[in-house]
């Protein structure tokens, strides 16, 4: 009887094996908190701990400690609800038919690739070239499957793309070493206005480095023998997240961190949305630590995740070691003592008192692109002499030309001493090697910033929309946390009054203080988008600001967190293509009832196409905003409405033509490739 009685619950256990644990007959398995390992020749102690101590990484030690006041039951059913959500890697699909939308690609590799693609997608032109690499190097055979949309109204694609990438390294026949890697275009249609463009990973930045022409508005019909640029990669971007574990891992907003390696050091502050921060660095070993002041004084580093190594003293030691992305988690908590004192208000208490010498950014400086006559100097701190920061974007020929001029207008208007910042995300070379001969000549003091647009920020494709985006949604972690006031203007603008006014403007505890629209051009009242539909109803009688001139407390800007509001809302309205026309206008205007605008009185911007003619003599700034009745060429209008313009232009000219380095197109000018390359 016992003997039938055993055989019946070894029966019943063999048939809940393999019905419910898929455990057939005459394997062995493992059932650990709800995960079952099988099939196994045998199970060993050691097999039963490895499984023991995977299952516990995997989760079931934090659902323990969570939820303490449960059996072991429930626990292993939760872990085991959790685990169905776990991403499928590897999805199978029935043989799919080649007759009529397939092309077979026959090789020998030992992998074979099955390619479904919508041959007018983004996506298409990237995949292909890879897809031709490896087919290349032996290690595919290849089925393609066009699966395009059925119905269109436009062309989804508006770009000529090539992807940079070779099956083998290739060496020069002169001294053997590795030769550069590059791409042609070829057949493209002569009279078509381009721009050249790159897409590369999001940790790299990537400039220009070489080439006479204008990226930004390529005519095949105005060169002779093609155009061509070279790029360099600049810096590696860390980027990571900064948040306090023992405050329910809030992000640990306005902490400030250095990144040092030699005598190369960079540093940040970290945004309230995610705790976000990012630095460039290179490869090799870099040291981050709590920057001198408040953040020392009041935290301490006790943990990191990542790429990086807690060391003696709270310093975190990160390795750079290839071109991937570098992300790191950084775990800072107040010091005992510590917790009734807030960062961002002793940032700001402290700003108050320090010279412009420091900074965020300051690092740029000590790099030797903060230039004086060409040398680097200290800035003063006597607030009678205080300096003027001035800040603008420019990408393109024509708009750096404008840019010289608008250089010209202020610094012919100041008194005191001006510092301009300039974007160098989208500057070409030309402009960026003049820089010494312009502030030598002009007598300012010029310094690039630059920033890469965080990963989990909602992108923009058009290099247009990216700059509007630049304009607003990183002021203050762009700028030395040591600058109070800074002044935005437009490339295309002239100024004719003293910017010292504008600095010392009361903005009556607001950010920034724009200049609102014109209102006394009534030919105009059709484009007046503002006053009717959404923007009438939004604005409930608050006037919609233009964005070619306006001023930023950055104190204030930082202490009400206007960035991090600023970048949330972005994010949501972003998401529709429709929404942000004007991105770097639309944004803050939309904002103005969490973040308030200051008015600006209106002779602070006049534009012809708004404004009356009247109202031009009592202008502090000219804007050569485009005009959509007459669309009259931008040189054409700067000329026509402002004879100073000219003048400024004639000196900028004389200014570049003396430079000794002056860049010329070369003779024997040609891309970087000469041999034939497969188009996509």
Same mark, same amino acid.
């Given at each position: 009887?016992?003997?039938?009685?055993?055989?019946r619950v070894?029966g019943?256990?063999?048939?809940?094996?393999?019905?419910v644990?898929?455990?057939?007959?005459?394997n062995?398995?493992?059932?650990c908190?709800?995960r079952?390992?099988?099939?196994?020749?045998r199970?060993?102690?050691?097999?039963?701990?490895l499984v023991?101590?995977?299952e516990?990484?995997?989760?079931?030690?934090k659902?323990?400690?969570?939820m303490t006041?449960?059996?072991?039951?429930?626990?292993?059913?939760?872990?085991?609800?959790?685990?169905r959500q776990?991403?499928?890697?590897?999805?199978?699909?029935?043989e799919l038919k080649v007759?009529?939308?397939?092309a077979?690609v026959?090789?020998?590799?030992?992998?074979?690739?099955?390619?479904v693609l919508d041959?007018?997608s983004?996506?298409?032109?990237?995949?292909?070239?890879?897809?031709?690499v490896?087919?290349?190097a032996?290690?595919?055979?290849?089925?393609i499957?066009l699966?395009p949309i059925d119905k269109?109204?436009e062309i989804?694609v508006?770009r000529?793309?090539?992807?940079?990438?070779?099956?083998e390294?290739?060496?020069?026949?002169?001294?053997?070493?590795?030769?550069?890697i590059?791409?042609?275009f070829?057949d493209?249609?002569p009279?078509?206005?381009l721009?050249?463009s790159l897409?590369?990973?999001?940790?790299?930045?990537?400039?220009?480095?070489h080439s006479p022409y204008?990226?930004?508005?390529?005519?095949?019909?105005d060169v002779?023998?093609?155009v061509y640029?070279?790029?360099?990669?600049?810096?590696l971007v860390?980027e990571?997240?900064s948040h306090d574990?023992?405050?329910y891992?809030?992000p640990?907003k306005g902490?400030q961190?250095?990144?040092?390696?030699?005598?190369?050091?960079?540093d940040t502050i970290?945004?309230?949305?995610?705790?976000y921060?990012q630095l %460039?660095a290179?490869?090799g070993l870099?040291?981050l630590?709590?920057?001198?002041g408040?953040?020392?004084?009041?935290y301490?580093?006790t943990?990191?995740?990542?790429?990086?190594?807690l060391?003696?003293?709270?310093?975190?030691?990160v390795?750079?070691?290839?071109l991937?992305s570098?992300?790191?988690?950084?775990?800072?908590?107040?010091?005992?003592g510590?917790?009734?004192r807030?960062i961002?208000?002793e940032n700001?208490?402290?700003?108050a008192?320090?010279?412009?010498?420091?900074?965020?950014?300051?690092?740029?400086?000590?790099a030797?692109?903060s230039?004086v006559?060409g040398?680097?100097?200290?800035?003063k701190?006597?607030n009678?002499?205080?300096t003027i920061?001035?800040?603008?974007?420019a990408?393109?020929?024509?708009y750096e030309?404008m840019l010289g001029?608008m250089?010209?207008?202020v610094l012919a208007?100041?008194?005191?001493?001006v %510092?301009f910042w300039f974007l160098?995300n989208?500057?070409?070379?030309?402009f960026i090697?003049?820089?010494?001969?312009?502030?030598?000549?002009?007598?300012?003091?010029?310094e690039?910033?630059?920033?890469q647009?965080?990963?989990?920020?909602?992108s923009?494709?058009?290099k247009?929309?990216?700059?509007w985006?630049?304009?607003?949604?990183?002021?203050?972690v762009l700028?030395?946390?040591?600058?109070?006031?800074?002044i935005?203007?437009?490339a295309?603008q002239?100024?004719?009054?003293?910017?010292?006014e504008?600095?010392d403007?009361d903005?009556?505890?607001a950010p920034?203080?724009?200049?609102p629209?014109?209102d006394?051009?009534?030919e105009m009242?059709?484009?007046r988008?503002?006053?009717?539909g959404?923007?009438r109803?939004?604005?409930?009688?608050?006037?919609?600001?233009?964005?070619?001139?306006?001023?930023?407390?950055?104190?204030k800007f930082?202490?009400?967190?206007a960035?991090?509001?600023?970048?949330?809302?972005y994010?949501?309205?972003?998401?529709d293509p429709?929404?942000l026309?004007?991105?770097d206008?639309d944004?803050?205007?939309?904002?103005i009832?969490h973040?308030?605008i200051?008015?600006?009185?209106?002779e602070?911007?006049w534009?012809e196409?708004?404004?009356?003619?009247?109202?031009?003599?009592?202008?502090?700034?000219?804007d050569?905003?485009?005009?959509?009745?007459?669309k009259?060429p931008?040189l054409?209008r700067?000329?026509?409405?402002?004879?100073?313009?000219?003048?400024?232009d004639a000196k900028?000219?004389?200014?570049?033509?003396?430079k000794?380095?002056k860049?010329?197109?070369p003779?024997?000018s040609?891309?970087?490739?000469?041999?034939?390359?497969?188009?996509l």
């Open positions: 009887m016992k003997q039938w009685y055993q055989r070894r019943k256990h063999s048939a809940v094996a393999h019905v644990l898929h455990v057939t007959p005459g062995t398995g493992i059932l908190n709800g079952v390992v099988t099939p196994l020749a199970a060993s102690p050691e097999d039963i701990k023991e101590t995977l516990l990484r995997s989760g079931a030690e659902l323990k400690e969570i006041e449960y059996s072991s039951d429930v626990i292993m059913r939760a872990a085991s609800l959790l685990r776990e991403p499928v890697k590897r999805i199978s699909f029935p007759e009529h939308s397939a077979v026959p090789g020998d590799g030992p992998f074979q690739v099955e390619a041959p007018l983004a996506g298409a032109q990237q995949i292909s070239q890879i897809l031709h490896l087919h290349s032996g290690l595919i055979t290849l089925r499957f699966n269109l109204s989804p508006k000529f793309y090539r992807y940079v990438l070779e099956p390294l290739r060496f020069k026949r002169t001294d053997g070493s590795v030769d550069n590059g791409s042609r070829t493209l249609l009279h078509l206005l721009t050249m897409s590369t990973p999001i940790n790299w930045m990537v400039a220009s480095t204008d990226l930004d508005n390529i005519r095949l019909n002779e023998q093609g640029a070279e790029y360099g990669l600049e810096y860390i990571g997240h574990p023992t405050r891992n809030n640990t902490l961190y250095d990144l040092v390696s030699g005598d190369t050091s960079y970290v945004m309230a949305n995610l705790g921060f %460039k290179g490869p870099w040291t630590s709590l920057r001198d408040p953040s020392k004084e009041i301490q580093i943990g990191v995740e990542g790429p990086g190594s060391q003696e003293g709270g310093q975190v030691l390795t750079v070691g290839d991937t570098t992300f790191i988690t950084v775990e800072a908590s107040k010091k005992e510590m917790s009734h807030s961002s208000e700001e208490s402290q700003n008192g320090n010279s412009q010498g420091s900074g965020i950014w300051s690092s740029i400086k000590k030797g692109n230039i006559g040398e680097t100097k200290e800035e701190t006597d009678t002499n205080e920061n001035i800040f603008s974007v990408s393109g020929h024509l030309r001029v250089m010209q207008s208007n100041t008194k005191n001493p %510092k160098k989208y500057l070409s070379p030309k090697n003049s820089v010494p001969t312009i502030a030598k000549e002009l007598g300012c003091e010029i690039f910033v630059q920033y647009w965080p990963s989990w920020l909602n923009q494709t058009e247009q929309r990216i700059i985006g630049y304009k607003i949604l990183f002021l203050d700028f030395p946390m040591s600058i109070k006031k800074i935005f203007v437009d295309d002239i100024v004719r009054a003293d910017m010292k504008l600095i403007l903005l009556k505890g920034y203080g724009y200049t629209f014109c006394d051009r009534p009242d059709g484009f988008f503002w006053k009717q959404y923007w109803n939004h604005l409930m009688g608050r006037a919609y600001h233009i964005s070619a001139l306006y001023v930023v407390d950055l104190q930082r202490l009400i967190s960035g991090d509001r600023l970048r949330g809302q994010q949501g309205l972003s998401q429709n929404s026309a004007n991105l206008q944004l803050p205007n939309n904002m009832h973040v308030p200051f008015s600006l009185p209106q602070w911007l534009c196409t708004w404004c009356s003619d009247s109202s031009k003599r009592y202008a502090k700034t000219i050569l905003c485009n005009n959509p009745m007459t009259e931008k054409d700067a000329m026509r409405i402002a004879p100073e313009w000219k003048e400024y900028l000219k004389k200014i570049l033509d003396n000794s380095d860049e010329t197109v003779e024997s040609k891309p970087p490739h000469s041999g034939s390359h497969s188009e």
